[in-house]
């Protein structure tokens, strides 16, 4: 007996009328009370300790997270950087940070005398029991000149006294 391409033992096979009803039972599955649909699942916020801080040459702006110890959570901040006095480089760290978003960990950015920059961060926190997550900002010193033999020297701009972070929620 020949069998027609598509037919078993005789009869038409629809692979759409086939996992239509699996579908549609998976779909149903997750909106029956105790059944927990996706989007609810990776709803958990971390919430930035909001405020202003200024610090010197060396030091660091930390900036703890309030974040759930058992799952990972969506972070979505702002922070201004500010370099007073002068120019800065400040280097970005965070603890069980990973940024969706620049500035990401261990970029190192110059701020030129008086200069802000705000960024509109977002990330997620991985989940840790200890609650030790925050993202830093490390006053690094300052860019400094350099030369090329045989020419002349860049002159660096005057070193800054302190950074200035402020960070919020957004």
Known sequence: MMYRRGAIKGRSFSFTAFMLPAVLAAAFALTIPGGVPAAQAAAAQARI?????????RDAARFKIDAPADQASEFAGRCTLTAV???VNVAVDGVHYVPLSA?????????????????????????NERGDA???????????????????????????????AECANR
Not at 111 to 125: A, D, H, I, K, N
Not at 137 to 162: D, H, L, R, V, Y
């Open 49 to 57: 300790e909001e405020g202003v801080k200024e610090v010197g040459p």
């Open 134 to 164: 925050e993202i830093a900002f490390i006053f690094n010193g300052s860019p400094a000149g350099f030369c090329f033999p045989g020419q002349q020297c860049a002159k660096a701009a005057e070193g800054a006294t302190a950074l200035r």
């Open 103 to 127: 500035p990401a960990i261990g970029d190192v950015l110059t701020l030129q005398p008086g200069e802000s920059r705000t960024y509109e961060m977002t990330g997620t926190f991985a989940p």
């Open 85 to 87: 006095g002068g120019s």
